[in-house]
């Protein structure tokens, strides 16, 4: 990558529950990457059940703050399931 690329992450939270309140992820500490903007986020379910099941989607733009390659880190989520 180069200073000039842009990279997308994604991630997906999907299940039963209440979509819409689902939290952003908190993304680790990006050594190497600048957040450009904040996430897109999209909620997307199979039939009418619009906000009760399917996965709500963040989509993160990130650029490069130096040339080569930079590692992103784990994303840990947490999460309740009765």
Known sequence: MTED???TLKCEVGGE???GS???PRLPEL???EQ???PQV???SPGNTP???GKKTFE???RPERAGNIKIPEIAYAFFDP
């Open 5 to 7: 690329d842009l990279l």
């Open 17 to 19: 529950g209440f979509l």
């Open 22 to 24: 689902v939290a952003d």
């Open 31 to 33: 050594s190497g990457w």
């Open 36 to 38: 450009v903007g904040d």
């Open 42 to 44: 999209k909620i997307t």
């Open 51 to 53: 906000a009760t099941y």
């Open 60 to 62: 993160f733009l990130l």
